[in-house]
């Protein structure tokens, strides 16, 4: 089992910066597929960024050159800088993981961006 708690949402004026941070504990492995997902209000949840086996990076469209996502398998943990926030940036951002042996959600953690 892993357990994924995340950090570092909140409220934020648009054009400012937040980081997100995601630290496992439990099993994990270095090969797996990290990553952040957002669900805004009566929307599906979408991918925002992803990184596999620690170096392959994968960005949603609508972040891409703003968001950053990193992870260090060594301390377990998958972060996500995110620069010129945009009102439509708003969302509950989950982090999760992904190896053989599961799929694995934190609870989120609310960023919301003003205009």
């Known amino acids: 089992q892993v357990q994924l708690v995340e950090s570092g949402g909140g409220l934020v004026q648009a054009g400012g910066s937040l980081r997100l941070s995601c630290a496992a504990s439990g099993r994990t492995f270095s090969i797996s597929v990290r990553g952040w997902y957002r669900q805004a209000p009566g929307k599906q949840r979408e991918l925002v960024a992803t990184?596999?086996?620690?170096?392959?990076?994968n960005y949603a469209d609508s972040v891409k050159g703003r968001f950053t996502i990193s992870g260090d398998n060594a301390k377990r943990t998958v972060d996500l800088q995110m620069n010129s926030l945009k009102p439509e940036d708003t969302a509950v951002y989950y982090c999760?993981?992904?190896?053989?042996?599961?799929?694995?959600w934190g609870q989120g953690t609310q960023v919301t961006v003003s205009s």
């Open positions: 990184i596999k086996n620690g170096w392959e990076t």
């Open positions: 999760n993981y992904r190896d053989s042996t599961g799929d694995y």
